[in-house]
Nanobody
């Protein structure tokens, strides 16, 4: 059974940076698509970024500021977040896709981590 564990969240000042990590276990990591989503209180879950062997995809709201990457040897996917804004405050979730593509739809992800809190102060 696949397990995903996020880490690296915390409190940061606007303009600062954080790097989130997602450690995967119990499945084949290198060939599967991985994604990051986020959800703020009272808001809908929002796509952030995804990565596959074919490339990456980003939400317009984070494009140019966030970078998704993966280390297959460590079974880990990362989200480097720069130039953080208060609007980025949310719980960030790592997810594994049912496909090998860098998809954006929650329906296409079958495993989810527990989430890590990111809070950006103004």
């Amino acid at each position: 059974q696949v397990q995903l564990v996020e880490s690296g969240g915390g409190l940061v000042q606007a303009g600062g940076s954080l790097r989130l990590s997602c450690a995967a276990s119990g499945g084949s990591f290198s060939s599967i698509g991985m994604g990051w989503f986020r959800q703020a209180p009272g808001k809908e879950r929002e796509f952030v970024a995804s990565i596959s062997s074919s490339g990456t995809y980003y939400a317009d709201s984070v494009k140019g500021r966030f970078t998704i990457s993966r280390d297959n040897a460590k079974n880990t996917v990362y989200l480097q977040m720069n130039s953080l804004k208060p609007e980025d405050t949310a719980i960030y979730y790592c997810a594994q896709s049912t496909t090998m593509a860098a998809t954006t739809a929650p329906y296409e992800y079958n495993y989810w981590g527990q989430g890590t809190q990111v809070t950006v102060s103004s």
